[in-house]
C-alpha cells in the first residue's frame, strides 16, 4: 500500500483526501496532510481522523520523510513544480494537480529530476478516463475516419462568476495563477487535445483578455493550429456564455466524428475521399454511401479514484500511468504560446523559445501589479 502525503487541503484536496481515508483508493493510505490554516486542520481533524499526521507547512512535512512514500500537491499552480523538485529529491513519488505549473520553463527542473530519480510522476489529467475521449481515441488510432484533416472544438462547459474568480486571491490573475480560462479549465481540454491529435507545428491565437470580467487575463480563447500532415484545426474555449457546449467534429478522409456532449455520432463513408475526388466521374457526394451511428457516453462519477489507484499500481508494480507527468507539460506549452501569440500579435512556431514567453509573462506581471 502505497502510503501518501497530501499537499493542499483545499476544494480538490479534500477531496481526494476524503477519497483515499474512506479507502476508495484500495491501494493508498493517507498518512500525512499539510493544513496551512486553523479553518483547515479542523476539518483535517474532523473528516480524517487521527491516524493522519497534520503539518503546518510543506517545510515541516518535508522534515519527516519516513512518514510517506508520495506526495500529492493540490496548491496554487505556481507552486507545483518546487514542491515536486522537493519530493524527488527525498525519493519521493510525485501526483500533481493540473496545471504542471504557469510556465514550461519553470517546470524543467521538476521534469529533470523525475527523469533522474525514476520515480513515478503522474499529472490530475481525469478526463482521459472520460469513455467518450477513450473511444475517439481508438476510433482514431484504428484509422477507422481515415487520415484526420479538420478538427473544431467549442467549450464553454466551464461558465464561471465574478464570485468564483474572487474565491481565492490567486485566481485568475498573471501574479497569482499565471492565467485565466486556458491555465485552468483549458488544461484539461488542451491536455485531451494534443493526446488525440500530437503537438501542432504552428499555432497563433485570438484572445479578448478581460472579455466578460474587470481583469488582466483571459475567460475566452480562439486558438488556430497547423499540422505536420496539413490538418488544421480550430479551438475556442469560453468561461462566459451561459449554455453548455462541449462540442467537437473531427472531419477524417473516411469519416467524421461529431462528439456533442457525451453523444458521438459517427459517419463512415464507403469510399476514401482522397481517391474518391481523383477518380470519381461525379461531381459531388453522390457516389459516396455513408453509414451513421450514434453512441452515448455519460460521465457517472469523476473518475478520480481510477487515476489515484493507477498512480498506486504505478509506484507498486510499475503499471503504466493513464497521465504521465511528463506528457503534461504539453497542454501547458499550447497555453504558453497561445498566450504569446495572443500578446505580440504573431504566431508561434515549435519548438519554441520558452524564454521569451517567460520575459512576456513577467512583463504582465508587472503591468497588472501596477494597476492594484
Not at 14 to 27: D, L, V
Not at 265 to 284: A, G, H, Q, V, W
Amino acid at each position: 500500500m502505497v502510503r501518501m502525503a497530501l499537499i493542499g487541503a483545499g476544494g480538490m484536496g479534500r477531496k481526494y483526501a476524503q477519497m483515499i481515508s474512506e479507502g476508495r483508493i484500495p491501494s493508498m493510505s493517507l498518512t500525512a496532510v499539510v493544513a496551512r490554516n486553523d479553518g483547515a486542520r479542523a476539518w483535517a481533524r474532523e473528516k480524517l481522523g487521527a491516524g493522519v499526521q497534520l503539518f503546518g507547512s510543506a517545510d515541516a512535512l518535508f522534515e519527516a520523510p519516513d512518514l510517506y512514500d508520495a506526495v500529492l500537491i493540490v496548491t496554487p499552480h505556481k507552486l507545483h513544480p518546487e514542491l515536486a523538485v522537493r519530493a524527488f529529491e527525498l525519493g519521493k513519488h510525485v501526483f500533481t494537480d493540473k496545471p504542471l505549473g504557469i510556465s514550461v520553463d519553470q517546470c524543467r527542473k521538476m521534469l529533470d529530476m523525475a527523469a533522474a530519480t525514476g520515480k513515478v510522476f503522474a499529472v490530475m489529467y481525469h478526463q482521459r478516463r472520460y469513455r467518450k475521449f477513450m473511444r475517439i481515441k481508438e476510433i482514431l488510432e484504428s484509422g477507422e475516419i481515415g487520415t484526420v484533416r479538420r478538427v473544431l472544438l467549442e467549450n464553454s462547459r466551464y461558465y464561471r462568476t465574478k464570485h468564483y474568480h474572487h474565491s481565492s486571491p490567486w485566481r485568475s490573475s498573471w501574479n497569482g495563477e499565471g492565467g485565466g480560462a486556458l491555465i485552468n479549465q483549458g488544461q484539461h481540454i488542451l491536455d485531451i487535445w494534443q493526446w488525440l491529435f500530437g503537438m501542432p507545428e504552428k499555432l497563433s491565437a485570438n484572445i479578448p483578455f478581460g472579455k466578460y470580467n474587470n481583469f488582466e487575463v483571459d475567460d475566452e480563447a480562439s486558438l488556430f493550429m497547423d499540422f505536420k500532415d496539413g490538418m488544421t484545426a480550430v479551438f475556442l474555449l469560453t468561461t462566459g456564455e451561459g449554455v453548455w457546449k462541449e462540442r467537437m467534429v473531427i472531419a477524417g478522409s473516411k469519416g467524421e466524428i461529431l462528439m456533442d456532449r457525451d453523444r458521438l455520432t459517427i459517419t463512415r463513408f464507403s469510399e476514401d475521399l482522397t481517391d474518391y475526388s481523383k477518380t470519381s466521374d461525379t461531381n459531388s457526394r453522390e457516389g459516396i454511401v455513408s453509414e451513421v451511428t450514434q453512441e452515448e457516453y455519460p460521465v457517472t462519477e469523476e473518475p478520480y479514484p481510477e487515476m489515484l489507484e493507477n498512480f498506486a499500481q504505478a509506484a507498486e508494480n510499475g503499471t503504466p500511468l493513464f497521465a504521465p507527468g511528463a506528457e503534461g507539460i504539453h497542454a501547458l506549452e499550447l497555453c504558453n504560446a497561445a498566450y504569446y501569440s495572443a500578446w505580440t500579435g504573431q504566431p508561434v512556431s515549435f519548438p519554441f523559445d520558452w524564454a521569451a514567453y517567460e520575459r512576456e509573462y513577467e512583463e504582465h506581471c508587472r503591468s497588472e501589479r501596477s494597476k492594484e
